[in-house]
């Protein structure tokens, strides 16, 4: 466990091999159907299933240079999709939505609202790991059963 200081108090988190877990689901006992203020200060037990929060990994990846790793579970094996060839599952560079913050490139639709859940979202199908546990729950359009979200300090 460490603690990340904020502006307000330190945080626990879990790091795996040097990666700060920022995201993470286990199983479908903590909803992700949150609104923006909720998404932004952070939810959950860092032990188990765990956002971070929005303004806590501004805090954190604004300090320096971080890269970001999926760990992902499918079918009893861990992948990492992060490389697509098709630029419409490729989520870099977009902004966060929520049911209640549409931010999303569609501009009649929202996928947050759509799927309940808080997400980068560009097209709303290829990574939907803070989706609905059992339903909307996936990556690369198969369904998942564990992920989490990591971030390291590049040169690390």
């Known amino acids: 466990m460490l603690d990340i200081q904020t502006s307000a ?27 923006w203020d909720t998404y932004k200060l952070g939810f959950g037990t860092y032990y188990k299933n765990f956002w971070l929060g929005l303004e806590k990994m501004h805090q954190l990846t604004t300090s320096a240079d971080y890269r970001l790793r999926f760990e992902v579970l499918i079918n009893g094996d861990i992948c990492d999709f992060l490389n697509h060839p098709n ?15 549409d931010n999303d490139l569609y501009s009649n639709y929202s996928c947050a609202f759509d ?9 709303c199908y290829y990574q939907r790991l803070n989706g609905v546990y059992g339903i909307s729950f996936d990556y690369a359009y198969s369904p998942a059963t564990y992920c989490r979200m990591m971030v390291k300090r590049n040169g690390q």
């Open 9 to 35: 108090n330190p945080t626990p988190v879990t790091s795996v091999n040097g990666w700060i877990v920022i995201q993470q689901r286990i199983d479908g006992s903590q909803s992700f159907d949150q609104n």
């Open 115 to 123: 799927y309940s859940t808080g997400n980068w979202y560009n097209k």
């Open 87 to 101: 630029l419409d599952f490729v989520h870099n560079g977009m902004h966060f939505s929520a049911p209640d913050r």
